[in-house]
């Protein structure tokens, strides 16, 4: 993999004021990779992420996007912006426009897309982040949850090679804060280079391939989860605690005597660990293409059984289920693979551009000692 | 019986008639000093209901109890009421006026017009409890996010409410502030205080509330213990939630008959020990060493030769006393639940505790003990 972002020794002031808000700071960001910024309150996360886009130029230090410095001149920043998009924490103080559609369309319109491309894109994104209903409604009628979603519409509007977001799931529900997940998920299946960052560890934990810890300014730890918190004094440090799924791994583990690793980060693995050893059960798989189900539904449940539960991963597929029996409503994928775990069959309906993390997670619980099959419905 | 000390009776609300109500005939009933949470999807309704529960805003339809007595909506009553329930907005730039930290959190004791060595009293443990004290002359404008919102915590803690409603109190705190918060409201109701909250977080209000209730659409569709509506899936889906994960596994391994479904584990900790199966039958002690705030701890734990083992904090005035002497600690945060997970793995520890925090310390503990999971001896050491 080749590095998207690099910051080499970087530090910067607001206006050249005494407090480094960056300090001597680096990082390196794989492309493609699903990256977790963490750190307290004021540890720098939001400062970064402007450096990283070139809103601020650093006094010292060089910011290298897809190897080459950042120029900070109206074509250098303009290169840059094509390509990254930026879902800030506070989604007000990125809305400049009236409607809702306006405001999705004002980042690719700005990029010079031609007007029925942009229509396309807009009517796209407002439905990955459900907001379809709203398209011409006043920004000021949404709640803060909607709004976030706009702007989070507005950034996949750019069809973005690198999607920044900046504490995506804070004052989200937590269906919607799923949904977030979701679409990071897709995104990262796309090839996009998807950086949160988080005050919730156990999302975090649960997503994340790398995670990077910021503390006052400075880049203290880049590596595993795993590494990061069996280092329980630097957690401290942070302002951090350390995962639920984590601690629980490490407290049961020892005093059953047994190897803290594999590390489950999800139900499923957690379950293989600790109630694993009956022959797993299947999972029926059941990939939906924009939504299209067809008869499968019933099909499905026919050759699963009645009493097997359903579960959905993806937007599109939820919405085709509507009014059917289902179990798992969300984290389908987590939850179907429990069920398999613990010996009995299931059904999961997904957006087929998940496909590969249904081959990831049942790889991840062989490593368990599970070994899931998957049975497709065609 | 719990004693029922605010209700709402059918209480139905619109902020402008034509946009329909946003509270539609909600009931439900808060109990004197249980722990209260408030659930529900981004605009169901529940900071609507805390403004009601208030006096903020007067219902259209139905009434509020306090103490079983219907609000009256006279000034001098409102101000009585307010006196004693407190909220804790989720904006914390909604409750700032002072230009500075002191003033600011001065402002609702000076209202109640206490003596100024009372309330000077009360400015300084509040900010204390929130870890703001060095700020104390601070500009408030200059304070991040997460500061303003201790701050504003602190304002209500000044006014030493009987009642205290929390809007999303740990939303956009960092993960130890979001701690120091919970163990703020748990000390408050082991001082009697009725907390309700309302949150996002399904995990956290699942380890520490009592009973719940869930929002849905301006109605309140569920009142109750939070396992037998976690238990009804299509019901959490409809409410816009998701299961909290501690009550997933444990649905799922005893569904496979690995544990025994109840009792309910609630924390991590308990969880863990549901699973855990300590075949060496070798339990730790639980020293719950209970302090004051002017006592020296390290001299205390030599004195009651404790040295060396682990040690955890929790409660204020044990944090006030760690504050003096800065002895070495191993668990600055979650306290009761780390010192207890040393005595499942075999070891003793020492958890430094306020003494009125001793009964909520102990918990993990005896439900470990009462369910047979372990055999940890407690020993409350009282000055």
């Known amino acids: 993999m080749s590095r998207i972002f690099e910051m080499r020794d970087v530090t910067f002031a607001h206006h050249g004021g005494p407090v480094k808000v960056m300090d001597n700071f680096s990082i390196a960001v794989e492309e493609g990779s699903r990256t977790a910024i963490l750190g307290a309150n004021g540890a720098g996360k939001t400062t970064m992420f402007y450096t990283l886009t070139g809103v601020y130029r650093p006094q010292e230090g060089e910011v290298l996007f897809r190897g080459e410095p950042i120029e900070y001149t109206k074509e250098g920043l303009t290169k840059v912006r094509s390509e990254v998009a930026v879902v800030l924490q506070n989604p007000d103080e990125q809305m400049f426009c009236s409607l809702v559609e306006e405001d999705v369309a004002f980042g690719p319109l700005n990029l010079g897309v031609d007007r029925d491309e942009v229509e396309q894109r807009v009517d796209k994104a407002l439905r990955d982040v459900r907001m379809s209903d709203f398209k011409k409604r006043p920004l000021q009628q949404l709640s803060g949850g909607q709004r976030k979603r706009v702007a989070i519409a507005g950034a996949l509007a750019v069809h973005p090679e690198v999607m920044i977001m900046d504490e995506p799931t804070a004052g989200l529900d937590p269906q919607a804060s799923m949904e977030v997940i979701e679409l990071a998920e897709k995104l990262h299946l796309q090839g996009i280079t998807v950086l949160i960052s988080t005050h919730d560890v156990d999302l975090a934990y649960g997503w994340a391939d790398a995670v990077n810890v910021l503390r006052k300014g400075k880049m203290v730890f880049s590596g595993t989860s795993e590494e990061f918190y069996s280092d329980a004094e630097n957690v401290h440090l942070c302002g951090l605690l350390s995962p639920a799924t984590f601690n629980m791994n490490r407290e049961v583990s020892d005093i059953n005597g047994i190897s803290p690793s594999p590390y489950p980060r999800n139900v499923s693995s957690f379950l293989a660990k600790f109630g694993g050893g009956q022959k797993a059960g299947r999972v029926f798989c059941v990939s939906c293409n924009e939504g299209d189900i067809g008869d499968r539904y019933e099909q499905a449940v026919r050759e699963a059984g009645e009493d097997a539960k359903i579960g959905i991963y993806g937007t599109d597929t939820r919405y085709a289920l509507t009014g059917k029996r289902v179990d798992y409503y969300f984290d389908g994928i987590d939850s179907c693979f429990s069920e398999a775990v613990l010996g009995r069959d299931s059904i999961l309906f997904y957006d087929s551009v998940y496909e590969p993390l249904l081959k990831e997670q049942a790889d991840t619980l062989k490593g368990f000692g599970s070994d899931v099959g998957r049975e497709v419905i065609q | ?383």
């Not at chain 2, 701690?179 to 309302?198: F, K, P, R, W």
């Not at chain 2, 009592?210 to 849905?216: A, K, R, S, Y």
């Not at chain 2, 009651?304 to 006030?320: F, H, N, V």
């Not at chain 2, 793995?345 to 001793?358: E, Q, Y």
Request: glycine share 8%; charged share 25%; net charge negative.
């Open chain 2, 1 to 383: 019986m719990t004693q029922t000390l605010l209700e709402a009776e059918n209480i139905c609300f619109s902020y402008e008639k034509k946009d329909g109500n946003v509270l539609d005939n909600v009931s439900l009933r808060i109990g004197k000093n249980v722990k209260t949470a408030l659930l529900g999807a981004n605009g169901a309704g529940k900071s609507t209901l805390f403004s009601i529960l208030n006096a903020l805003n007067r219902p259209g339809e139905g009434r509020v109890l306090y103490n079983g007595e219907p609000i009256s909506y006279r000034k001098k009553d409102i101000l009585r009421m307010r006196s004693e329930v407190s909220i804790l907005f989720q904006n914390p730039n909604d409750m700032l006026f002072r230009p500075n930290v002191e003033q600011d959190v001065a402002f609702g004791p000076t209202n109640l017009k206490l003596p100024r060595d009372e309330i000077e009293k009360r400015v300084d443990d509040a900010l204390f409890a929130v870890g703001m004290s060095e700020y104390k002359k601070s500009p408030t404008m200059k304070l991040s996010y997460g500061q303003r919102k201790r701050i504003t915590l602190a304002g209500v803690l000044a006014m030493h409410p009987q009642v205290l409603i929390m809007d999303e109190p740990t939303a956009g705190l960092d993960p130890q502030m979001a701690y120091e918060v919970m163990e703020i409201a748990e000390q408050l109701h082991c001082t009697g205080v009725t907390v309700i909250m309302s949150s996002h977080d399904t995990d956290l209000t699942y380890s520490w509330a009592d009973e719940i209730h869930v929002m849905q659409h301006g109605r309140c569709q569920y009142s109750g213990a939070p396992e037998e509506f976690y238990a009804d899936k299509a019901a959490v889906y409809r409410a816009g939630l998701l299961s909290p994960s501690v009550f997933l596994m444990n649905e799922g391994l005893s569904s496979i008959g690995k544990v025994e479904r109840e009792p309910f584990p609630r924390t991590q900790t308990q969880m863990s020990a549901k699973i855990a199966n300590n075949r060496s039958g070798k339990f730790g002690t639980l020293h719950i060493l209970e302090v004051s705030q002017d006592t020296d701890i390290t001299s205390l734990i030599g004195e009651k030769g404790l040295e060396g083992l682990s040690t955890g904090i929790y409660g204020m005035a044990a944090r006030r006393a760690h504050d003096f002497s800065k002895p070495a600690i191993d668990f600055m945060y979650n306290g009761p639940e780390n010192c207890t997970m040393k005595c499942m793995a075999g070891k003793d520890s020492v958890l430094v505790c306020d003494p009125i925090m001793t009964d909520s310390a102990r918990k993990s503990a005896e439900f470990i003990n009462e369910g047979g999971y372990g055999d940890i001896r407690i020993d409350v050491i009282r000055q």
